[in-house]
């Protein structure tokens, strides 16, 4: 069977990220570890928002606030003295999931710049929220003291055993995410997107697809906060910020919307540019100040000379997916 370009690009860039522990291990340097990490739980968060803005052409501007669930359900149970990792993520996933089904019973039922504000404002609800409860931290957050807990199977201290299980996680959603939207399911999400009154005209209502999808897409982002929690052993409100929301969206339209490849492709782009802008020392020191409008300059660059975005790049299907 002959693989596309963007599956041989995407199992390519897969394969050299199974290979930063030894070689992170080799030269003497973890911080990589923590780099590499960051960015697959950042391309879960994505890979779930492709799954409705790519696909379905949900443009949510409050994903964030599946991340921002998953992250205090976490943390919130260990403030509390339960660690068990099994119900730490499963109420992250679950919760994240059932948020998702209140914020899109409401939102689907729109469209255009109301669904927008929509999902915008219950994030913001939820942000606040957070910023409202001084026993987790309020507007400071808190340290997480504990990290998941999964006796007798991994232990999340152990900086390899947790980037492998983050690369497992990240393997298996990207292998979801294409088996759903290659489904018959899937061809409903992406018939509605290109031509709704059609998709209604041969028997199919988009909504409880697009509200499946929804869910799905929230319950995955529940996951990716799961671990963003357990990485930054931090809790913050900031984890749900509509700014979060806006990086999970570039990172998704700088791969490229409606590719498997994308969402990792774009949080490796961004998450990359940030810190090689900030800390690489060759960089003149007015650059590293002021690397903010300069990321920016380039961010639009791309989006200019690279409307598909970089999956774009590589040829692909007729439909652009992988």
Partial sequence: ?????????????????????PVAAAFGQPFYLDLFRRIMIFAIAATSLNLILGYGGMVSFGHAAYLGVGAYAVGVLAHHGITNG????????GGSALVALVIGAVSIRTSGIYFIMITLAFTQMLYYLGVSIE??????????????QFPGLLDLADPAAFYYLVLALLVAVLWVSGRLVRSRFGMVIRAAKSNEARTRAIGFSPYPYRLVAFVVAGAICGLAGALLVNHTAYLTPEFMNWTRSGELMFMVILGGTATAAGPLFGAAALLLLEDLLQGWSLLPQWVRDYWQLYLGVILVLVVLFARRGLAGLLPGGPNGDD
């Fill in 1 to 21: 069977m002959r693989l596309a370009p963007r599956t041989l690009a995407l199992v390519a860039v897969l394969a050299l990220l199974a290979a930063v522990p």
């Fill in 86 to 93: 099994f119900v730490q993520w499963a109420l992250a996933i």
């Fill in 135 to 148: 026993e987790y931290g309020g507007d400071d957050g808190m340290r997480v003291k504990t990290l998941s």
